[in-house]
């Protein structure tokens, strides 16, 4: 099997690269592209028999997987399926002029045809979305920019469905933002994004720094380019895009009109009376504005580019403000070395998969999802049969640690960061609670390995002293930060199509979490210092995780879909604590959860649970969601053993005769509205609720 493409990796940097003659292809490049058919693969090692016990669908699993581990010791995936991160990559490389690479334009033009919806001709916000304004725009945008026609038969369907539905000037704002700087719409159509906010002292509750990272790094930017009016040339091809989507002549249009128009197929979250009433203001504002201060603003707010550039290695915190970032380096440096630091980290981003190239939603989930193999691995009892591999991934776990806290925290609004671990990569090294606990929970578990190297204790009670800092006054944890702003700022969410963004809250995923990777620190380290402030932070972790419980028994999830996911970290939380298993909480828990199996044994979760904070039943049984309620189930040792079994042979029906499991419907999600893939998951779950089966109930050697 041969590939012009191949992935390669160094220290959790996951780049595709093109080769002009094609190479033999590693069992990695196979797994990540669908060079063979799914479940025909055969690494060596495996078979294709189909197991017949739970203890054969294990060992297949695990020999698969650890089969298509990368060699830097992490597992690759895809962590696609937001459509409007690309468009955003694609117009700062035709403003900047920067070329992306030709075979690299074909994968994104093959990426964005083979994701147009087949029956109107739009893309939506994600790849399972309805198509809208937003996600139909930018993409017909962007294969207009890569030189795709106007008459090309995919163009016109989308501009047909874009047209028949009030064009562009109903895009919500980010895609106003993109679409002003590329020139093709008018700044004026903005509501203000004033750069001015950030000379605001952080004792003002609106200060940005008091946001959610992800929220202040990208208007951070994105203030930056609206002061300064960032707009590429006017292009013939600009000028055809002009004609091509909107419903009136451009010159005609009343641009300050459009500053509220969203169309009804995108919006998600209105403005508020109070965010109405302050942009009315700052539009006056924006006509008498003073230039000195303005001018102050933007020093100000580049400095803070510069920093979160620098303190990333130009990777930055997510694919919205790295391109954005770019644009700013570009308007105030041209193409300067710092510029060229940003197009090389624009591989970091794009993935390539069977259906093309995408766009990342970060730059990889890399520790992520190698920390949940390691447990899903070790739980599985025969993890002293894979030794290279898992010495591989203590390894990655070892280098992805964050060895330091950022410089200048206090001015830069960053957090503690020493022993924390992130969500991809050390370069990136934005430290998270949650993947900071998983990240402790694996480092400890791999002790129990005799031919393990392991992390030091002391190291992870470096990451043990970051949880304890990003405990919230409610008990909880959120994801990067403190909540440090109230929960009115919210009013001022501008962005239409995303809810909570303003400020980070606590999740029951971070907190079960942390509370988690503590009570199994105390069972290593029972002696630590700081181990009545464990003891005390877990108990108050338990009563947030019981205070927002829904009355049905589950937990809503922020970060997967949906109620499933939110109910076994909940559970496995609650568990982890000592919280009896006689406990409300738990029994109502797994109540929930048995009640929602379905006819053929599995559980399965529509992404629309997400959006409507009520549970919905997908078309079909997932393997993921079963995953993860047979794990809640087990670990409450729910007394129904006929409702695990047959999830358990749902999972072995569904298993690939090579070990490997299908790829199913899209099975994350960040603030609701928008679903993001987690490719790996479908290889982790399913083997880690075979293995706790089989340790449970047949207590059976493999």
Known sequence: MTTNWSLKVDRGRQTWEHSQEKKEATDVDIHLLRLKEPGTHCPEGCDLNRAKTPQQAIKKAFQ?????????????????????????????????????????QREIIRYLFNRQNPVDGGWGLHIEAHSDIFGTTLQYVSLRLLGVPADHPSAVKARTFLLQNGGATGIPSWGKFWLATLNAYDWNGLNPIPIEFWLLPYNLPIAP?????????????????YAKKTTGPLTDLVKDLRREIYCQEYEKINWSEQRNNISKLDMYYEHTSLLNVINGSLNVYEKVHSKWLRDKAIDYTFDHIRYEDEQTKYIDIGPVNKTINMLCVWDREGKSPAFYKHADRLKDYLWLSFDGMKMQGYNGSQLWDTAF???????????NQFQDCMKLANHYLDITQVPEDARDMKHYHRHYSKG????????????????????????????????????????????????????????????????????????????????????????????????????????????????????????????????????????????????????????????????????????????????????DGGWGESFKSNVTKEYVQHETSQVVNTGWALLSLMSAKYPDRECIE?????????????????????????????????????????????????????????
């Open 64 to 104: 698969y997987f650890s089969k298509v581990q990368t060699e830097d010791g992490h597992w690759a995936g895809d962590y696609g399926g937001p459509m409007f991160l690309l468009p955003g990559l694609v117009i700062t490389c035709y403003v900047t002029g920067y070329q992306l690479p030709e075979p690299t």
């Open 209 to 225: 720094g008091r946001w959610w990272c992800h929220c202040r790094m990208v208007y951070l930017p994105m203030s930056y380019i």
């Open 373 to 383: 193999t390691i447990q899903a691995f070790m739980e599985s009892g025969i993890a």
């Open 420 to 599: 924390a671990w992130p969500f991809s990569t050390v370069d990136h090294g934005w430290p998270i609670s949650d993947c900071t606990a998983e990240g402790i929970k694996s480092a400890l578990a791999l002790r129990s390995l005799s031919f393990i190297d392991p992390i030091s204790l002391d190291r992870i009670a470096d990451g043990i002293n970051v949880l304890l800092t990003l405990q919230n006054g409610d008990g909880g944890w959120a994801s990067y930060e403190n909540t440090r702003g109230p929960r009115w700022l919210e009013k001022f969410n501008p962005s239409e199509v995303f809810q909570n963004i303003m400020i980070d809250y606590s999740y029951v995923e971070c907190s079960a979490a942390c509370i988690q990777a503590m009570c199994s620190f105390r069972k290593h380290a029972p002696n630590h210092p700081r181990i009545k402030e464990i003891n005390r932070s877990i108990a108050r972790g338990v009563k947030f995780i019981k205070s927002i419980q829904r009355q049905d028994g589950s937990w809503l999830g922020s970060w997967g879909i949906c109620f499933t996911y939110g109910t076994w970290f909940g559970v496995e939380g609650l568990v982890a604590s000592g919280e009896p298993l006689t406990s409300p909480s738990i029994v109502k828990a797994c109540k929930f959860l048995a009640s929602k199996q379905r006819a």
């Open 646 to 702: 047959r999830g358990i042979k749902f999972l072995m029906q569904r298993q690939y005769p090579n070990g490997d499991f299908p790829q199913e419907s899209i099975i994350g999600v960040f603030n609701f509205n928008c679903m993001i893939s987690y490719s790996n998951y479908k290889n982790i779950f399913p083997l880690w609720a075979l293995s706790r089966y089989n340790q449970l109930y047949l207590k059976s050697k493999i």
